[in-house]
């Protein structure tokens, strides 16, 4: 990797608290190296959809960055520079940009989706951008990872809430999420107590159930079920009515990731798929709350959480690892490093080979913090562990 003299960001997929510190960060340090910093608005569609015949449009798609333009930015949550969903490698025909119609096979009714990665690079050399920071989750690093293998210069950072981006323990978004949560679940305790009822709280997270593992350990929830253990929902039904007699206040609550499952079930999914082949995840906590009600006869209350799990300012953890990763990031950058992805591992930071994300996929260590017996949190050694438990 040769010296980066202009450096590009984006942001991609789901929006999370600590993205706008992140940025911020990053073009700080970069300003300060000397660096030219350019922006991408919504991710991966900015580079899809620039035209480098025509650069009067660029500035629909890309912004200049410099201290002054990220001053107050890390001040609210999500990322300015706004997200997407979109994935190069597997564009369909339908959302290719017009200008690229004739370059690009997309009349062949055959054609499902278009590679428009030799389309990324051209727009990447017409900005004169030779280096690049890639903020999102295994969706959008993915990509960031395909562009190493053309040897374009990528270095990325992992945020996701669901905290489940392969190789690193910790994403930027997830404390903030646990946080919100723990907080909607204890304010859900007035009206679950004052009307008597069992309440079924469910939290994002499609394949790992971290999100509702740690929002029930931190939020001393009665149940908490996971994606990695499908449930019983009888047998479920069965502790929350014991929960429930249990309580003074006579009511049980309980979380429920969106990925998890029943006993010979399936993940409830509704929608098209995604660029990144995923349907929308969502409502078996409804399911769940109507089938315990059928079998205790309990009154339910159903809450999704949903984006107000990733709403508002990040939370000081969420900052520190913004802040963190975002140095890491430019050091690597400004030692001509690239193909490596910055992380967690056992509490101290660390960069790992970006190829890594795509090598597997996270999920909850159900031994070490699970009992799946109970379905509750439940840390078998807290001793040596650090301070996120993994």
């Excluded at 280096?131 to 960031?144: M, N, P, R």
């Excluded at 967690?344 to 660390?350: S, V």
Aim: proline share 5%; net charge neutral.
């Amino acid at each position: 990797m040769t010296p980066v003299k202009t450096l590009g960001i984006l942001t991609g997929g789901g929006d999370v608290p600590g993205l706008n510190p992140c940025i911020k960060a990053v073009v700080d340090r970069a300003v300060d190296d000397g660096l030219e910093v350019i922006g991408f608005r919504r991710g991966w569609a900015g580079p899809v959809n620039i035209n480098p015949d025509d650069p009067s449009e660029d500035w629909r798609w890309v912004m200049r960055l410099n201290k002054a333009v990220v001053r107050k930015i890390d001040r609210s949550g999500g990322t300015f520079l706004h997200t997407s969903r979109t994935r190069p490698s597997h564009v369909r025909p339908a959302e290719v940009p017009a200008f690229l119609k004739g370059t690009f096979n997309v009349a062949d009714p055959q054609t499902e989706t278009v590679d428009l990665t030799p389309h990324i690079l051209r727009v990447l050399e017409h900005l004169k951008i030779d280096g690049l920071v890639a903020i999102g989750g295994d969706d959008t690093l993915s990509y960031a990872a395909r562009l190493h293998q053309e040897h374009f210069p990528v270095v990325a950072i992992p945020k996701t809430m669901d905290n489940d981006v392969y190789g690193t323990d910790y994403c930027i978004g997830f404390s903030t999420a646990v946080t919100r949560s723990v907080d909607l679940i204890t304010g859900l305790r007035t009206p679950a107590g004052s009307h008597e009822r069992i309440a079924v709280v469910e939290l994002f997270g499609r394949n790992s159930g971290e999100t509702s593992l740690f929002a029930a350990y931190l939020g001393g929830v009665d149940r908490a079920i996971i994606s990695e253990v499908p449930f019983d929902v009888e047998k479920l039904g069965a502790f929350l009515v014991e929960d429930k007699r249990a309580n003074p206040s006579n009511y049980a609550i309980m979380t429920i990731s969106e990925g998890a499952t029943m006993t010979g079930g399936d993940i409830v999914e509704t929608g098209e798929a995604d660029a990144y082949g995923h349907r929308k995840l969502g409502g078996i906590g409804q399911m769940t709350g109507g089938m315990i009600k059928k079998v205790t006869g309990e009154n339910i209350i159903y809450q999704q959480l949903g984006y107000l799990m990733r709403s508002g300012a990040p939370d000081s953890l969420d900052r520190m690892v913004a802040l963190s990763y975002a140095n890491l990031a430019t050091d690597l950058i400004a030692q001509a490093r690239s193909g490596r992805m910055v992380a967690l591992r056992d509490g101290k930071y660390t960069h790992i080979p970006l190829s890594t994300v795509i090598s597997g996929i996270k999920r909850v260590d159900v031994d070490e913090l699970y009992d799946k017996q109970n379905y509750r949190p439940k840390v078998a050694s807290m001793l040596g562990k650090p301070m996120f438990l993994y």
